[in-house]
T-cell receptor, first 113, second 117 residues
Framework: EAQVTQNPRYLITVTGKKLTVTCSQN?????MSWYRQDPGLGLRQIYY???????DKGDVPEGYKVSRKEKRNFPLILESPSPNQTSLYFC????????????FGQGTRLTVV | AQKVTQAQTEISVVEKEDVTLDCVYE???????LFWYKQPPSGELVFLIR??????QNEISGRYSWNFQKSTSSFNFTITASQVVDSAVYFC??????????????FGGGTRVLVKP
């Protein structure tokens, strides 16, 4: 089954404690992204990757890091989480740009206290 | 810069009523793509439809229909004879055709639809 898998689904952490949210896709897609969803703002792109070792900032990259060492994996790293990073996070992959729909993971609800 | 506006934050209807969700977009590109996604209470994002900027033909899929009007930069979504299972947040999104920039989907703020029995 074609899917994007995120872990964990839920996470509560304390300010400043480094965390990683994993994302893996089994569709051999080149393009992967991370989005955060906040009420009234929809989804906003954090970072994206067009292929292995190729990543770039999206609209809201501050406080986040990513890496793309393998095609299937695209982890999101919060080196020093803060309460304003409390949000619902989605990983997405696409076979290409433009007309291709994005496939989304199940989401990770992160709370930073 | 691209922008998608969903002015309706929440719509409440009684089952079997029709409901129309508005989506207005802004882009400078001549070639672009519009999408609708559904987010049910379980939280996942489900792709519903894609429309390219050169195709203004309306589309119907079961109880769902979409009206794309380039002249007004709108891509509205109608649910006919709504059902409780249609209760969800619906997102409109825009993607341009350029290789790098096109990797991003620009989302509207979403419209929560509540269908009461």
């Amino acid at each position: 089954e074609a899917q994007v898998t995120q872990n964990p689904r839920y996470l509560i952490t304390v300010t400043g404690k480094k965390l990683t949210v994993t994302c893996s896709q089994n569709m051999n897609h080149e393009y992967m992204s991370w989005y955060r969803q906040d009420p009234g703002l929809g989804l906003r792109q954090i970072y994206y990757s067009m292929n292995v070792e190729v990543t770039d900032k999206g609209d809201v990259p501050e406080g986040y890091k990513v890496s793309r060492k393998e095609k299937r994996n695209f982890p999101l790293i919060l080196e020093s989480p803060s309460p304003n990073q409390t949000s619902l996070y989605f990983c997405a992959s696409r076979v290409g740009t433009g007309k291709y729909e994005a496939f989304f993971g199940q989401g990770t609800r992160l709370t930073v206290v | 810069a691209q922008k998608v506006t969903q002015a309706q934050t929440e719509i409440s209807v009684v089952e079997k009523e029709d409901v129309t969700l508005d989506c207005v977009y802004e882009t400078r590109d001549t070639t672009y793509y519009l999408f609708w996604y559904k987010q049910p209470p379980s939280g996942e994002l489900v792709f519903l439809i894609r429309r390219n900027s050169f195709d203004e033909q309306n589309e119907i899929s079961g109880r769902y229909s979409w009206n794309f009007q380039k002249s007004t930069s709108s891509f509205n979504f109608t649910i006919t004879a709504s059902q409780v299972v249609d209760s969800a947040v619906y997102f409109c999104a825009l993607s341009d055709a350029l290789k790098a920039a096109g990797n991003k989907l620009t989302f509207g703020g979403g419209t929560r639809v509540l269908v009461k029995p």
